[in-house]
């Protein structure tokens, strides 16, 4: 396991070539590490996020803010809430797909799994996705 300082340098000494597609953060550098990252990627407006806890209890978001003074106007980018989204609707599909293929159904759904194994074939099919 690497584990990294982020500090404000961390803009200027960035390698572009050692991306990594998942971050995982405290939040004391969360906030930092997003501007980074979406620094690189083109900016806050293309940025999506998921924030899944322990209990996998999730909220899927744009990275940053309302932009009141832009409110109204016309002029937001809704790149990184629509790609939020889209990770939300590949674990519907996931729970969907898992549902249409009456492998791993719990007792109320027709079959005999128990809800870890409906669960956890859901996880298995947003993975693979």
Not at 26 to 36: A, C, G, I, K
Not at 44 to 60: E, P
Not at 64 to 78: E, Y
């Amino acid at each position: 396991t690497n584990f990294y300082i982020m500090s404000t340098e961390s803009c200027i000494c960035s390698d572009v070539g050692k991306m990594y597609l998942d971050t995982v953060c405290l939040n004391m550098v969360q906030n930092p590490t997003d501007d980074l990252c979406a620094g690189l990627i083109g900016g806050l407006g293309v940025t999506s996020s998921s924030n899944i806890g322990a209990n996998r209890v999730a909220i899927f978001e744009s990275v940053h803010g309302t932009a009141p003074d832009i409110a109204g106007l016309d002029l937001v980018n809704l790149t990184a809430l629509l790609l939020s989204t889209i990770m939300i609707i590949k674990i519907q599909n996931a729970c969907f797909n898992t549902i249409r293929d009456k492998e791993a159904l719990t007792k109320d759904l027709g079959g005999n799994s128990k809800c870890s194994e409906f669960t956890a074939d859901i996880c298995c099919r947003e993975s693979a996705s």
